[in-house]
Nanobody
Framework: VQLVESGGGLVQPGGTLRLSCEVS????????IGWFRQAPGMKREGVSC????????YYEDSVKGRFTLSRDAATNTVYLQMNSLKPEDTAVYSC????????????????WGQGTQVTVSS
C-alpha cells in the first residue's frame, strides 16, 4: 500500500492550496481515508476523513467551512481543498487509511503517506 501526497507549498494568509493523496496497492471497497497534520512541537491532529463507501465526510472544528475533502474513485486519489488559509494551518499534512470504515479522526490509522509541507506566511 502506498500513499503519496503532493500539493503543499508556501502560501499567504487567506490563500488556497489543494493537496492530493494518490493511493496505490489498495483495493478494499470500504474503508476510511483521512488527512492529518503536525506542526513543529505539536501533537498530530486529525483534519478531515471520509468513509469511501458513502462519501460521508467529517472535519475538525477549526477547518470547518474552509477545507473540503473529496475523492476521485477512478484514480483512487483524495483531495483536500484548503481555502482561507491561516498561519496556524502551517504543518506537515499526511494522508492515511484506516481499514475500519467507521474510523474517526481520533483513532489509529493503518497506512500513512510521507507528508507534504504547508506553510502559511506573509
Amino acid at each position: 500500500v502506498q500513499l503519496v501526497e503532493s500539493g503543499g507549498g508556501l502560501v499567504q494568509p487567506g490563500g488556497t492550496l489543494r493537496l492530493s493523496c494518490e493511493v496505490s496497492g489498495f483495493t478494499a471497497s470500504d474503508y476510511t481515508i483521512g488527512w492529518f497534520r503536525q506542526a513543529p512541537g505539536m501533537k498530530r491532529e486529525g483534519v478531515s476523513c471520509m468513509r469511501v463507501s458513502d462519501g460521508r465526510t467529517y472535519y475538525e472544528d477549526s477547518v470547518k467551512g474552509r477545507f473540503t475533502l473529496s475523492r476521485d474513485a477512478a484514480t483512487n486519489t483524495v483531495y483536500l481543498q484548503m481555502n482561507s488559509l491561516k498561519p496556524e494551518d502551517t504543518a506537515v499534512y499526511s494522508c492515511a487509511i484506516s481499514l475500519d470504515p467507521l474510523a474517526t479522526l481520533y483513532m489509529s490509522f493503518d497506512y500513512w503517506g510521507q507528508g507534504t509541507q504547508v506553510t502559511v506566511s506573509s
